[in-house]
T-cell receptor, first 111, second 116 residues
Framework: GQQLNQSPQSMFIQEGEDVSMNCTSS?????WLWYKQDPGEGPVLLIA?????ELTSNGRLTAQFGITRKDSFLNISASIPSDVGIYFC???????????FGIGTKLQVIP | SAVISQKPSRDICQRGTSLTIQCQVD?????MFWYRQQPGQSLTLIAT?????????ESGFVIDKFPISRPNLTFSTLTVSNMSPEDSSIYLC?????????????FGSGTRLTVV
């Protein structure tokens, strides 16, 4: 089955710093999704990517769909305390098909 | 995007009993997905629930353990049957939704289950 490797699994950063996390897949995806999960909540979609090479921003967040279609990264610029949470990448092979999730990156921001 | 009401939000259950989790969506959706998130782990798809047909289960999950109902296009239930401590997890429902230009998935807030 499809496997996603997400790294790093956890990070501690100072408020104001930039953050980068990435995911690699054993197979090709047609869609990459990035989610954030706060404690006691379900994941919330941050950014969706649909084309190889696509670079998309959402406020301080920027994500890219890798050219090989087997990887994606998420950058957060100028981190703030409310960025704390678990960030998941997810890939989909096509249409509303099964989505495979990465293991998550737990982000902690030190004020 | 769709709004999902999931309940209960948490429960503590005795082993051997069953718990039914409900998800209500504010719009009609063809597919609903049920996930399990074990402590400190990622989300694992349990099954896809389609209205009017039996749910499709992923490898490692069976209908006898996780029966699913989908009586209409806005509602689904997942039952965790004959529970053991290994079933302690967060269970989440999800539906495909469109948010602006993004096609993604909306999740319920989850049910945190502890089996003692």
């Amino acid at each position: 089955g499809q496997q996603l490797n997400q790294s790093p699994q956890s990070m501690f950063i100072q408020e104001g710093e930039d953050v980068s996390m990435n995911c690699t897949s054993s197979s090709i995806f047609n869609t990459w999704l990035w989610y954030k999960q706060d404690p006691g909540e379900g994941p919330v979609l941050l950014i969706a990517l649909y084309k190889a090479g696509e670079l998309t921003s959402n406020g301080r967040l920027t994500a890219q769909f890798g050219i090989t279609r087997k990887d994606s990264f998420l950058n957060i610029s100028a981190s703030i305390p409310s960025d704390v949470g678990i960030y998941f990448c997810a890939g989909r092979a096509g249409g509303y098909q099964k989505v495979t999730f990465g293991i998550g990156t737990k982000l902690q921001v030190i004020p | 995007s769709a709004v999902i009401s999931q309940k209960p939000s948490r429960d503590i259950c005795q082993r051997g009993t069953s718990l039914t989790i409900q998800c209500q969506v504010d719009s009609q959706v063809t597919m609903m997905f049920w996930y399990r998130q074990q402590p400190g782990q990622s989300l694992t798809l349990i099954a896809t629930a389609n209205q009017g047909s039996e749910a499709t289960y992923e490898s490692g999950f069976v209908i006898d353990k996780f029966p699913i109902s989908r009586p209409n296009l806005t509602f689904s239930t997942l039952t965790v049957s004959n529970m053991s401590p290994e079933d302690s997890s967060i269970y989440l429902c999800s539906v495909p939704t469109r948010q602006g230009l993004q096609d993604g998935y909306t999740f319920g807030s989850g049910t945190r289950l502890t089996v003692v």
